[in-house]
């Protein structure tokens, strides 16, 4: 269980590295164009955002599976698909989705 456990904060890690690569041009941030300094702080944001999502997931799945769900656990799923998918700092931020 501990094999698993670490070889999912590893993957969890690496993709989040990953998205935080390629989130900025896939969700269109205007920092692509920016100076050096917004597209850092565009990545740093969205490795943290990937990473959150992640980590709930994680949560999710070696503490809290297989227990009745509480309200908690239905954000915390949430909070882990937009994390992962990479809104999370967009929802954050622009406090919702906007058109």
Not at 32 to 39: A, C, R, Y
Not at 47 to 66: D, H, P
């Amino acid at each position: 269980m501990v094999y698993l456990k670490v070889s999912f904060a590893i993957l969890a890690v690496l993709i989040s590295i990953i998205a935080a690569r390629h989130m900025v041009g896939i969700h269109g941030a205007k920092a692509v164009g920016g100076n050096k300094e917004e597209i850092i702080h565009d990545y740093i944001l969205n490795f943290l955002g990937s990473l959150l999502g992640w980590f709930s997931l994680y949560f999710l799945i070696f503490f809290r599976l297989g227990q009745s769900l509480e309200i908690t656990d239905l954000i915390l799923i949430l909070v882990a698909y937009v994390g992962i998918t990479g809104y999370l700092p967009h929802i954050i931020i622009n406090k919702g989705f906007k058109p």
